[in-house]
């Protein structure tokens, strides 16, 4: 288990990305990129967690990554940088959805949803409670979020910041008290992801990302993802009534214009697209997992390829 003074892969990525550009690396000024891992098919993809950055050129990197592969990005943010978010995506609706960010024990929480949802936000990034994340005393929080119909975006799993509070069966909990509320939990709780999967299992609106080491340390036994999402649409054992891989999402979590170091986009799509062909996943839920679903839960737009 890492220690709590080891930075976090997503912290470290985003400062090695912000000294490489600091430094004029020649990848950062707009030298060709490293090809992808394997052939990318031509899909509509809804990045469902891309987190803001204030780096100089952060915008302008995430469209020339993103463009290209007909795809938008769900970018998180602070309130004081949901400014630049809200403005981006105001220039550039094709690409950019916003979102928000906030820390469940600010006592400014409720205020920061209302902002949020009063600006445009879609949906809101949650991370590192100092209670568990079923504790009741979130639960106002939770549902303000669901009266204004965001989607709730919650870090699942072990953190190296020190935060062993957000083990994946706490959504149950939560999904149980406010059904109508639409939740994404990152990293499949890793490493509980057979706990991750049953929750998904059992409730309709829980869906998941892969993000972070996840397909990194697991890349050469994938199929083990069967195992845990096992059931492959209506049974007497799956209340959601959908393939099971239905309930991954596509996300990142990692910043664009990265890619020549082997990040990013087109890394994470690779990624994605082994996990899918080594557990036998049909084209038409992975079209879901890639954009559908999130489409349909933010009604966007399903664009052509």
Not at 84 to 105: F, M, W
Not at 109 to 117: G, H, K, P, Q, T
Not at 149 to 159: D, E, R, S, V
Not at 230 to 248: D, L, M, Q, R
């Amino acid at each position: 288990m890492p220690s709590p003074l080891v930075p976090s892969r997503r912290t470290f990525l985003k400062s090695a990305g912000a000294a490489a550009l600091a430094g004029l690396a020649p990848w950062a000024a707009g030298a060709a990129a490293s090809p992808p891992r394997r052939e990318l098919p031509r899909r509509f993809v809804i990045d469902a967690h891309q987190h803001f950055s204030p780096t100089p050129g952060y915008v302008d990197r995430l469209l020339a990554s993103y463009r290209p592969r007909n795809a938008m990005a769900c970018v998180n943010g602070w309130r004081r940088e949901y400014g630049a978010i809200a403005a981006a995506a105001q220039k550039h609706p094709d690409t950019i959805i916003p979102y928000g960010r906030l820390s469940v024990d600010d006592a400014n929480a409720l205020a920061d949803v209302d902002y949020f949802a009063a600006n445009g936000a879609r949906g809101i990034k949650l991370h590192s409670p100092q209670r568990d994340w079923d504790d009741e005393r979130y639960f106002p929080i939770y549902e303000r979020i669901t009266k204004h119909g965001l989607m709730a975006l919650f870090h699942t799993g072990i953190n190296a910041g020190g935060y062993p509070r957000m083990r994946p069966s706490l959504l149950l909990t939560i999904s149980a008290k406010f059904p109508e509320l639409y939740i994404l939990g990152a990293h499949l709780g890793n490493p509980w992801y057979a706990e991750a999967a049953e929750v998904a299992r059992v409730r309709p609106r829980v869906y998941w990302d892969v993000t972070g080491s996840t397909l990194i340390k697991k890349e050469s036994n994938l199929k083990s993802f069967k195992e845990y999402l096992w059931w492959e649409g209506p049974t007497n054992h799956s209340p959601a009534e959908v393939h099971a891989f239905e309930k991954i999402l596509f996300g990142t979590d990692e910043q664009p214009g990265l890619e020549a170091k082997g990040m990013g986009l087109d890394n994470m799509l690779a990624r994605y697209e082994d996990l899918f062909d080594a557990c036998g996943v049909p084209e038409a839920v992975r079209k879901k997992s890639f954009g559908e679903t999130m489409a349909r839960i933010l009604k966007v737009p399903v664009r052509a390829t």
